[in-house]
């Protein structure tokens, strides 16, 4: 039971900072078109897209329900689930003119080009921090064989 509310801990921590970087997003893009107004479906609509996504996220990319399965069908399998769902939100939520197949289109784009853009930032990121904690480990293994030496 323990493990299960730092879960819940977790993936709502999540989900908090998904809904943050999405208002966030939404905002920038609003005060650029010039909007003064906010729906509330288009707010709502952020909110359950960032429970939603969080929780496959820790689904599809930690070890909690899935505990062997490459990155790259994590990835497929996050797509699989998460494209439906945000369809579903985005229509039900009206953030754009549903019965348009160019909208849908777009959509569509833009989900695959975000899901591209930010899996090769967490790449890098991790390759990045990767070499950054290979390069302290050898420290330490160097301080520690100096201090056998001595």
């Keep these: 039971m323990k493990n299960f509310l730092k879960g819940v801990v977790k993936w709502k921590l999540s989900a908090c900072a998904m809904f943050t970087a999405a208002m966030f997003i939404y905002l920038v893009f609003s005060w650029l078109y010039g909007a003064d107004q906010v729906p509330t479906a288009a707010l709502w609509g952020l909110f359950w897209a960032s429970v939603v996504g969080s929780l ?4 599809c990319f930690t070890d909690w329900l ?27 939520t009206g953030w754009f003119p549903a019965d348009q197949v160019g909208a849908w289109g777009m959509f569509i784009g833009s989900f695959f080009l975000t899901f591209l853009v930010m899996t090769v930032g967490f790449d890098i990121y991790f390759r ?12 330490y293994r160097m ?8």
Excluded: N
């Design 56 to 59: 496959l996220q820790a689904v």
């Design 66 to 92: 899935i505990k062997k399965l490459r990155y790259t069908w994590r990835s497929v399998l996050f797509v699989l689930l998460f494209l439906p769902a945000l369809s579903m939100i985005a229509w039900r």
């Design 128 to 139: 990045f921090t990767g070499r950054k904690y290979d390069g302290l480990i050898g420290q």
């Design 143 to 150: 301080k520690k064989e100096e201090d056998e030496r001595k």
